[in-house]
């Protein structure tokens, strides 16, 4: 690991201060020159593999307690972004109206590393490509710019089917995304200038010709809250993964629906572990809407989210498995009792 300067930031806007002003000019978007540290679940790792290299790290846990609170009310869920996932997870109002959130920070990592990890450094965790993770390929897009993308004729049997480019086709890694983007969500993003919020669907840009430039936060900006509209307790994540536990997934679905007299008035889907970015399936809902539900709509609301994918040579099954992921995870929702 490299030499850094380690700052303790007591409130939020020191940490925005200490943050901006170690923002470099070349490429202030990506590769600030300062990292804040929350859990430093994913930070710490790439800083030990060398693929991050910030000169300095703000601890933003001094005011851990101003920014994770968990909110839910009649109309609204308000999740502060330092909220630990396991504490979200095990909230019994999440449990009870929002399931596909409790769901997706369940099936994440270890138990250890959730009691450690937060919400607002869970959904923007980095890539697992091995190529991205390996400094000695030099051919990375994400990490170098220009220098091609290795994970295009080597092994990618992981990588992404949706949302690709020529650029790069590395896999977004997490699960509780999948459920924020279904939920339409807002983030509340604390910077410079303040506070402001936008729906969480434009937090994650996809790569197209600049796959370092992975998020529209700018120098010095936090996120700081989540914020998703009405219940959902008829709500899932699917995973399907390698094995059980602690692994990433093959490919997920997060499904909301809103089911009143045996009709699909409203139907969310989002894809997780076959995307570049937190992957919205607004083919497949479109689909959904206004039908009753049977296993002809399920299998063709699958085949819809997979319409556009474009598999390689390692990952084409990816296809098949995420419309089998989707249709068993509608199956799920319908028939869930609440």
């Keep these: ?68 609170a968990i909110q839910p009310d009649s109309e609204n869920l308000r999740l502060g972004a330092l909220a630990k996932m396991s504490d979200v997870a095990a909230h019994d109002e999440i449990q009870r109206n929002y399931p596909v959130i409790a769901d997706s920070l369940k099936l994440a990592a270890s138990a250890q590393l959730r ?8 959904v923007m965790q980095r890539t697992r490509c091995s190529y991205f993770r390996d400094v000695s390929y030099e051919n990375c897009n994400k990490r170098n710019p220009g220098s091609g993308c290795a994970a295009m004729d080597g092994i990618n049997r992981m990588h992404a089917v949706l949302g690709v480019s020529d650029q790069c086709i590395a896999t977004y890694p997490g699960d509780f995304a999948q459920a924020l983007i279904a939920l339409d969500a807002t983030v509340e993003i604390t910077g410079k200038s303040g506070s402001r919020s936008m729906p969480f669907a434009e937090l994650h840009k996809a790569p197209g010709n600049s796959p370092d430039i992975e998020t529209t936060l700018q120098p010095g900006e936090l996120i700081s809250a989540f914020t998703v509209s009405g219940r959902w307790p008829r709500s899932v994540y699917l ?27 409203d139907a969310r889907v989002a894809l997780g ?32 989210a997979f319409a556009d994918a474009r598999g390689r040579r390692h990952n084409s099954f990816k296809i098949a498995l995420g419309k089998r992921v989707v249709a068993r995870a509608l199956q799920q929702a319908v028939t869930m009792e609440i």
């Excluded at 490429?27 to 790792?45: F, V």
């Excluded at 970015?277 to 039908?291: I, M, N, S």
């Design 1 to 68: 690991m490299r030499p850094f300067l380690y700052q303790r930031a007591t409130d939020p806007d020191m940490a925005v201060q200490a943050l901006s002003a170690a923002a470099p000019a070349n490429n202030p978007l990506t590769q600030a020159a300062a990292q804040p540290l929350a859990g430093g679940t994913t930070l710490i790792d790439l800083m030990k593999l060398d693929v991050m290299r910030p000169t300095a790290i703000v601890d933003i846990n001094p005011f851990a307690r101003d920014w994770s």
């Design 115 to 122: 009691n450690m990890a937060t919400l607002g450094g869970n």
């Design 239 to 265: 995973k399907a993964r390698d094995r059980q536990s602690y692994e990433f997934a093959l490919s997920s679905a997060a499904i909301a629906l809103d089911v009143q007299d045996g009709a699909i008035r």
């Design 273 to 304: 572990g076959v995307a570049t970015v937190p992957w919205r399936a607004r083919e497949a809902e479109a689909l959904l809407k206004g039908q009753r539900f049977d296993d002809g709509l399920a299998q063709r609301a699958a085949d819809a």
